[in-house]
């Protein structure tokens, strides 16, 4: 697993793709695209909803990992922000009409979309996304 800690802006973006570059196995090569935008829509909220203009640290980790038993390539963002579940938010998106709705939001439904799992939660004062990509076929 390929580990850094950054500050939550969007000027990382570039060093985590290439994180992401270095860590995909031949197994996963074809999951480069989605692995991207998944982490380049997960750091955007992070740095627009988690920190509110006060100083911050993202950990990101991908590389191997298993979900139910299958291998898949793992992208794990972690944040010291407050409490924010963006799926939860999404959830709340879906059951409102087009009317009611704020804008903002597709990027976390393309996450959705892409993602073979994705799972949230708040250990220790930290906010923790895991997103589980499988190949093509595998999902």
């Keep these: 697993m390929k580990t850094v800690s950054i500050p939550p802006t969007w000027e990382q973006i570039d060093q985590l793709r290439n994180n ?9 090569k074809s999951l480069k695209f989605k ?6 829509e997960i750091l955007t909220n992070v740095a627009k909803y988690a920190f509110k203009n ?3 640290e993202v950990t990101f980790t991908c590389g191997n990992g298993l979900i139910d038993g299958r291998e898949a390539f793992c992208i794990e963002i ?16 879906q059951n409102c ?7 903002g939001g597709v990027g976390l439904h393309l996450v959705q979309e892409m993602a073979s799992h994705y799972i949230y939660h ?4 930290r906010n ?5 990509l499988l190949p093509k076929g595998e999902d």
């Design 78 to 93: 972690t944040d010291n922000g407050e409490e924010y579940n963006p799926f939860l938010h999404m959830k709340a998106l």
């Design 20 to 28: 992401i570059d270095q860590a995909l196995s031949e197994k996963f």
């Design 54 to 56: 006060q100083e911050g």
């Design 128 to 132: 923790r996304i895991q997103i589980f």
């Design 35 to 40: 692995a991207e935008i998944i982490t380049e």
């Design 122 to 125: 708040r250990i220790d004062g």
């Design 97 to 103: 009409g087009i009317e009611d709705r704020s804008i």
